[in-house]
């Protein structure tokens, strides 16, 4: 019975000992087997044009990235000095549109009631100092713009100027943003607007430079009917 | 029991057998691919490749990532498009573009046949002044076409946006600065009779005409009105902070 016994146990060993070696063997040869070593030149060639392939395809996949990407990198800085540009021009055209109030320095002239106006004088007076270099213009917190209009009516007491159709009440104070000395100068100068104005009409408005002139915005802005902009422009 | 010993170590011997032939048959299999130097080339350029392969892969997925991040920026900048519509707008306000509808046109003529004969008849009196036509006339017909509904307005193409200023040096005319010659054609965008009947009813229409100078109106129905060229002058203006823009 010892004897058998010990039988018992080389054998385990053994069988112990030959599985061991047998799962070795078998996961040695599968890694052969997947090794590039172990495979033969025409698979080893597949493999290579498989992966030639696919790296141009990447390749390719590549260029057109960085192709995309520069077109959209040159687009959005394209963009960016777009918007620049734009707002630039828009600040500056919001300045003399008048669509924002506007401030700076320049003059005011204040007519009173007891001064023979008229409507025309008012013109004048506007049109001059656009003439003088004026970039903003206000008669009574009325904006002018290109559709300001200045006309006179009358009721059954009196004659009266309006602006805009609105009734303008006295004292009639224009105000201009410029150079205050040149828009000065541009309206008294001798055979000047406000010279004719006091020599020949009896009209003494009060001229003074101003280092700070408010001017409003415009209230309205008329829509347009029968204008229109041509398609091909 | 001692019978069935040969039978296990036999069938143990033949199991070592087989194995030990796998062994030595894939161990010699390897060898001899491995031997050949073209195959050993080959593996090579495969691992290359495939290091090659992984490192486009990372820089592609890195450059899709890049693509993204502008496309997301790009859509954060659709104020390109209201800036653009609200620079239109001011653009349209400020005579920045050409305009085309129905209208009227005014024209206006210095007045020389009556000039001539004026001169001929009394030369010592004649004032060639009172054959003109003065910047003042231009100057008020273009507040009648206002007062009319004019949309725009020009005077011999020059278009009248807030700030021209018409006015005369010597005999000459300026409009924006730029010198214009008789015969003065006045148009004007808006409802052609509402026009008529203003300009007939207006500060220079009337008068002229009483002194027989060569004047008319035309109605039409489609008259074009170029953009303004001048420039405009801002240096001292400055937007008022702290105040609310109009609505339009």
């Not at chain 2, 069938?11 to 130097?37: C, K, M, P, Y």
């Not at chain 2, 050993?40 to 350029?45: Q, R, V």
């Not at chain 2, 691992?47 to 991040?69: F, G, S, V, W």
Request: hydrophobic share 40%.
């Amino acid at each position: 019975m010892t004897r058998s016994k010990g039988w018992y146990i080389s054998l385990t060993l053994v069988f112990v000992v030959l599985g061991f070696l047998l799962s070795t063997q078998f996961q040695t040869q599968q890694k052969i087997l997947t090794a590039l070593d172990a495979q033969k030149k025409e698979d080893l060639i597949t493999v290579w044009k498989n992966l030639d392939d696919k790296n141009r395809a990447l390749q390719q996949e590549m260029e057109d990235l960085d192709a995309a990407y520069r077109q959209l990198l040159a687009q959005s800085q394209e963009e960016t000095s777009a918007v620049k540009t734009i707002s630039d021009d828009i600040n500056r055209l919001k300045l003399v549109s008048g669509v924002t109030p506007v401030t700076g320095p320049g003059i005011t002239v204040t007519i009173t009631g007891d001064a023979p106006l008229m409507f025309l004088d008012l013109i004048d007076l506007v049109n001059e100092l656009w003439a003088t270099g004026a970039e903003a213009i206000s008669i009574n917190e009325h904006r002018i713009t290109e559709h300001t209009t200045i006309a006179e009516e009358s009721d059954a007491f009196s004659y009266y100027i309006t602006i805009n159709g609105d009734k303008l009440l006295y004292p009639v104070v224009v105000k201009a943003i410029g150079d205050p000395h040149t828009l000065e100068k541009g309206l008294t100068f001798t055979g000047g607007l406000i010279d004719i104005w006091k020599t020949q009409f009896n009209i003494h408005p009060e001229v003074l430079q101003r280092e700070t002139v408010n001017i409003p915005a415009a209230r309205y802005f008329p829509i347009w009917v029968h204008a229109q902009i041509p398609a091909a422009q | 029991m001692s019978k069935r010993w040969p039978l296990t170590l036999t069938l143990i011997s033949i199991i070592s057998g087989i194995l030990l032939v796998s062994i030595i048959l894939t161990n010699q299999a390897a060898r001899s691919e491995a031997a050949d130097s073209s195959n050993a080339d080959l593996i090579e350029i495969i691992n290359r490749l495939e290091e090659e392969t992984l490192a486009l892969e990372e820089m592609i997925d890195e450059k899709r990532d890049r693509i993204d991040e502008i496309r997301e920026q790009q859509v954060e900048k659709g104020t390109l498009a209201t800036l653009q519509s609200e620079l239109e707008w001011l653009r349209r306000r400020t005579g920045l573009t050409q305009v085309t509808g129905p209208g009227i046109t005014v024209v206006l003529d210095d007045n020389e046949e009556l000039a001539a004969a004026a001169k001929a008849n009394a030369p010592l009196t004649f004032d060639p002044n009172s054959y003109i036509i003065h910047d003042k006339d231009l100057l008020y017909l273009v507040n009648d076409l206002r007062l009319g509904g004019a949309e725009a307005i020009s005077i011999n193409n020059q278009r009248i946006i807030s700030s021209s200023d018409i006015r005369c040096v010597g005999t000459v005319i300026l409009v924006n600065s730029m010198r214009l010659a008789p015969p003065y054609e006045i148009r004007a965008i808006g409802d052609p009779e509402k026009l008529t009947k203003q300009v007939l009813n207006g500060q220079t229409f009337p008068w002229l005409k009483d002194r027989s100078f060569p004047v008319e109106i035309i109605e039409e129905e489609s008259i074009q009105i170029p953009t303004y060229k001048g420039g405009f002058s801002t240096a001292h203006l400055q937007v008022m902070k702290g105040e609310t823009e109009p609505d339009d």
